[in-house]
């Protein structure tokens, strides 16, 4: 009998990765003694080399200026047609309340805030940790990105953050502003 020789996980893509993830999960759920044995070593190899590559990333990131980190965020997870919406809004309109940004969408409530916060949680590992908030027991997300008034209660883009989108195109056009 030929001896098991775990596969080359850091040599494979992401679908490469989910096929085998997916098989390995099947087995552990199905496959005789030997295969749930064989199927919990490649999930074990899967987690060691994804760890190994996450605390690389991290380190990368790390190095890079809040610029850099912005840019590298929204060109490895390019916006959406919402999301690029959501930060135009914001770059046109400045120390606005989420209603009132939400109301430039077309939108209704603080619809913009929450939206706005689920993109920044989508990027934060490769930006950086939000902060908690001070109103409620969560994590303030939008404030990864933008900054909050206490007085006016409106949101504005932070300056690094905005440098960080101009350098790959996403500047205020004032196409929200009217």
Known sequence: ??????????AMDAEGRANLRKNAERL????SPTEKSR????????????????????????????PARVA???????????????LQVLLDNPDHTSHALSAKLTWGGQSWHMHFGKMCERREHLLWDAEPAVTRDANFYCGILA????????FTIKPEVAEGLAAIGIRPSNRYSR
């Open 1 to 10: 009998m030929t001896p098991f020789k775990l596969p080359d996980v850091a």
């Open 28 to 31: 552990l759920r199905s496959g």
């Open 39 to 66: 199927a919990q070593d490649v999930l074990d190899e899967l987690a060691r080399v994804i760890g190994i590559e996450e605390m690389q990333r991290r380190a990368i990131v790390a190095r890079m200026g809040i």
């Open 72 to 86: 590298n965020a929204f060109t490895s997870i390019p916006p959406t047609e919402t999301e690029q919406a959501l």
């Open 147 to 154: 900054s909050y008034s206490d007085l006016s209660h409106g």
